[in-house]
């Protein structure tokens, strides 16, 4: 099985789309797109200097235009593929999917990136890989110093984000055994601090119509394959101030099956994190227009029927900072719909989490008496009508 998988913010370096400037589906591609956001995108893939292109307004619909513009390269889409995206790069996978507009996925992301840029300016904030270290110690000494995870890529590669002082103080204390190494990005994404960006989003979305995916897209938010359009829009709104759990996605396409991947341009992050992690599945970086021939044999030979569907899951997680209530953490505990799987004790209350639908607890996250954060994962479910196959 084949997926196709569009990168996120930071993946853009200067001159990336030149070489592609030469086919007229590309040109004619970033055209359109440049009038759906109002910037000149060639000029940006091709002429702009790094730092013209790290700005937020200007990354953001360059990466999705760029990745919907090579997608329109590899012909028609299979009918069995899979679709996922690395934050931003998830507005271009959803309309790979079919389950909103090209356009429409340029549209939000314009906003979603003049958004962005404003609520970065106020608190000033930014982003910090971690590579290695114990994932424990790792977790509380971003919360010690008053970070968010915002980004779980990998085993033992995590990012924190959050506000100046608080990144400072994670550089100077980092984690013992990790290291740290600062994002080229303009503010802490994915962290309660692009709470703006998320209600000026909301408000561009409100004028989406989404429709019926017609490919499997894997979510960002944990892992889940979205089959419902409205979804699918709703999780591009909610995930500016969520985790990117890009782990669980990954996990997912193993379960589906897939054997190549295609990551579209500006390609090469995510293809180095599945190399890493899924070895036995066939990568291939869509860089310049001479990849396009290698891109045309792996769909031939990878864009099988599914054999079997990846289970839908459910990722339960903390409502508040606090600490964590679970009963013994035994797996495959099976939970009702609307079932308390987890209780958040803060200062003040006890806040019961509930799992959506019926199922089982494949993994928990978390042990009793552990301090959580906001937005932290607790538990994943795998819903009951899946756990037979």
Do not use: K, Y
Not at 202 to 212: D, I
Not at 245 to 256: A, E, V
Request: aromatic share 2%; glycine share 8%; with cysteine.
């Amino acid at each position: 099985m084949l997926a196709i998988l569009s990168p996120g913010q930071g993946a853009q370096q200067q001159g990336f789309l030149t070489p592609w400037l030469d086919l007229d589906l590309v040109r004619q591609s970033l055209s359109q797109a440049s009038d759906a956001v109002g910037i000149d995108l060639a000029l940006a893939g091709s002429v702009m200097s790094d730092t013209d292109i790290t700005d937020t307004a200007i990354a953001q619909p360059l990466i999705v235009a760029a990745s919907l513009a090579t997608a329109s390269c590899l012909g028609p889409s299979p009918d069995r593929i899979v679709v996922a995206g690395h934050s931003v790069g998830e507005f271009a996978a959803a309309a790979i999917a079919g389950a909103i507009g090209a356009d429409a996925a340029l549209q939000l992301v314009s906003v979603r990136g003049a958004a962005m840029a404003a609520a970065s300016s106020d608190p000033a904030g930014g982003m910090v890989a971690i590579l290695g270290g114990d994932p424990v110690d790792v977790r509380r000494t971003i919360e010690a110093c008053g970070c968010v995870i915002a980004n779980h890529n990998a085993a033992g590669q995590v990012v924190a984000a959050g506000d100046q002082p608080a990144l400072d103080r994670l550089l100077a204390s980092p984690p013992l055994r990790a290291r740290l190494r600062v994002l080229a990005v303009a503010g802490a994404f994915h962290s309660p601090l692009m709470s703006p960006a998320r209600d000026a989003i909301a408000v561009a979305a409100g004028r989406v119509t989404p429709t019926h995916p017609r490919h499997a897209l894997v979510s960002n938010a944990d892992g889940t394959v979205v089959t419902n359009g409205a979804e699918a829009l709703s999780r591009l709104v909610s995930q500016v101030c969520s985790p990117v759990r890009w782990d669980l996605c990954m996990r997912t396409l193993s379960s589906m099956g897939v054997t190549a991947a295609i990551e579209l341009a500006p390609a090469g992050t995510l293809t180095a994190l599945i190399r890493r992690e899924l070895p036995d599945v066939e990568v291939l970086a869509l860089r310049t227009p001479d990849d396009l021939a290698d891109a045309e044999s792996l769909i031939i030979e990878h864009s099988a029927e599914l054999v079997e569907a990846a289970p839908p899951w459910q990722l339960v997680v903390a409502p508040a900072r606090g600490t964590a209530t679970v009963g013994p953490p035994h797996p495959d505990r099976t939970v009702a719909a609307g079932e308390i799987v987890v209780q958040v004790r803060t200062r003040t209350e006890a806040l019961d989490v509930r799992s959506e639908r019926a199922g089982h607890v494949v993994e928990w996250l978390v042990h009793d008496g552990d301090p959580v954060s906001e937005g932290q994962p607790l538990a994943r479910i795998v819903e009951a009508a899946s756990t037979s196959a």
